[in-house]
């Protein structure tokens, strides 16, 4: 498995990953669930200002690990002005298999939001990570393992900005530490 020294290494010169005989690539589909992890651990070391995701529910891209806890720990205490927005479908993987990362929500809630989405948007089933308007992971569909990953591609995430804001418009719910009621 590829660590964070080596993703920056390859943030700084390298091209490509061999793992398992499958090359990581930006700018190309690639079809493995452990590319797929490492892609992401990349698109969350460039990020410096901004990040944008969508999920069903974290379940896929090692979300519960330590590593992907300390790159986005790391991009929320980096800079002042960092923000970090999840859109999930669906929470129960986040509230109970993520609690590392459910706990920044505790440290970085000023920074942090994790919204519900309601049902006119169940059916999409891609995900996709931006970050800075510059960088961005997809996931073609939910159940698959193919997915797109690019740096320094503003056109590219334009698009994929304007569907994050329709579905904040779909938001159903926040997710909060806290429980509210009597």
Do not use: W
Not at 84 to 111: A, V, W
């Amino acid at each position: 498995m590829i660590g964070i020294l080596q993703v920056i290494y390859i943030l700084r010169g390298k091209s490509h990953v061999t793992m398992n005989n499958i090359t990581l690539l930006p700018n190309q589909i690639i079809d493995s669930e452990q590319l797929y992890s490492e892609a992401i651990n990349i698109i969350l070391a460039n990020a410096q200002r901004e990040l944008l995701i969508f999920d069903q529910d974290l379940s896929r891209g090692g979300f519960a690990s330590v590593e992907k806890y300390d790159l986005i720990q790391q991009f929320l205490s980096r800079n002042l002005t960092s923000q970090l927005t999840i859109i999930l479908q669906q929470t129960n993987f986040f509230t109970e298999k993520c609690p590392r990362l459910f706990s920044l929500l505790n440290d970085y809630g000023h920074k942090m939001s994790v919204y519900v989405t309601n049902q006119s948007v169940k059916h999409a089933k891609d995900c996709f990570i931006l970050a800075d308007g510059q960088h961005y992971i997809k996931r073609i569909h939910i159940d698959q393992a193919r997915f797109k990953y690019a740096l320094n591609d503003a056109a590219s995430t334009i698009l994929l900005n304007t569907r994050f804001k329709e579905l904040k418009e779909a938001v159903q719910d926040v997710v909060s530490v806290t429980q509210l009621g009597l």
